[in-house]
């Protein structure tokens, strides 16, 4: 069910501290770690504590948490010291989109040029 820990969803896990992780920052509805396999300098996940599938999926039944989510990602970038440089906000939505755990998240990449366009 949206918004229930899944239990056998990987980033469920990683909030309940059942998987470890890098966290890099955590709210009362956000957790930020360090993706395992990284495709910048700088590459966080930043996850809502609730379990939705996707990004729309989160942002129809919980919009602050999804305004949570991309504020953090401001925050994280601040933090990462690449706010000057700029930054990308990646929100994969399904499998052909490239989206490999089924957990609403936000990749936040940076401390490389981004070509345009993606993909």
């Not at 910048?40 to 996940?45: G, K, S």
């Not at 599938?53 to 305004?67: C, F, G, H, K, T």
């Not at 601040?78 to 994969?92: M, P, Q, S």
């Not at 990749?107 to 070509?115: C, T």
């Amino acid at each position: 069910m949206a918004g229930e820990p899944q239990p056998d969803c990987l980033f469920c896990k990683i909030v309940s501290g059942e998987i470890p992780a890098t966290i890099v920052r955590e709210t009362e509805t956000t957790v930020a770690f360090r993706d395992i396999n990284p495709q910048a300098p700088t590459h966080v996940l930043v996850i809502p504590r609730l379990h939705h599938a996707d990004a729309a999926s989160l942002a129809a039944a919980e919009p602050a948490v999804a305004a949570d989510v991309l504020r953090e990602a401001g925050n994280v970038a601040a933090d990462e010291k690449i706010t000057e440089t700029g930054y990308r906000i990646v929100l994969n939505t399904g499998a052909g989109a490239g989206q490999t755990v089924f957990h609403a998240h936000a990749h936040v990449l940076g401390g490389r040029g981004m070509q345009w366009p993606p993909g």
